[in-house]
């Protein structure tokens, strides 16, 4: 099963969520767009940069939102992680396009799962006037 995927090819083994983005990039239509989680180590690990260059190489990067590490932790896991938005490239590449990035601080509950202030709506705000600006 490991060779049917490109980055599985010429491994033993390979972390089932770097298949998972490949399968979802696959799945995806020509100017399709996803919405994915990934835990940071994907986007930040020099030993990662493959993974990042596939992304690359079949996506155009919309967003990437920056989420706090206690996002994750009520419900039992502590990875740091980013929300992150592409489209799929179809026959026109773009070089050299804007990213939208922002970093979220608070996402309506803490650490504990109380209730807590949520930056995502103001973040959501600002990505479309980000959209506005870049069509202008």
């Given amino acids: 099963i490991l060779k049917s995927f490109e ?10 969520e770097i298949t998972f983005i490949e399968r979802c990039i696959d799945l ?3 100017s399709g767009r996803l919405g994915i989680v990934l835990p ?13 260059d596939f ?5 155009k990067i919309l967003a990437v939102v920056s989420l706090p590490a206690c996002t994750f932790v009520p419900a ?8 992150v938005f592409l489209e799929k490239k179809d026959t026109h590449v773009e070089v050299g396009y804007p990213i939208f990035m922002a970093i979220a601080e608070h996402v309506g509950y803490d650490a504990t799962g109380r ?4 930056d995502l709506p103001q973040i959501l705000d600002q ?3 980000f959209l506005k600006e870049g069509a202008k």
Avoid: E, F, W
């Fill in 7 to 16: 980055l599985g090819k010429g491994r033993d083994a390979q972390r089932t």
């Fill in 28 to 30: 995806l239509k020509p």
């Fill in 40 to 52: 940071d180590g994907i986007l930040m690990n020099a030993s990662l940069q493959y993974v990042r």
């Fill in 55 to 59: 992304i690359l190489g079949g996506a």
């Fill in 76 to 83: 039992g896991s502590g990875v740091k992680a980013s929300l």
């Fill in 115 to 118: 209730p807590d202030s949520n």
């Fill in 127 to 129: 990505y479309k006037s």
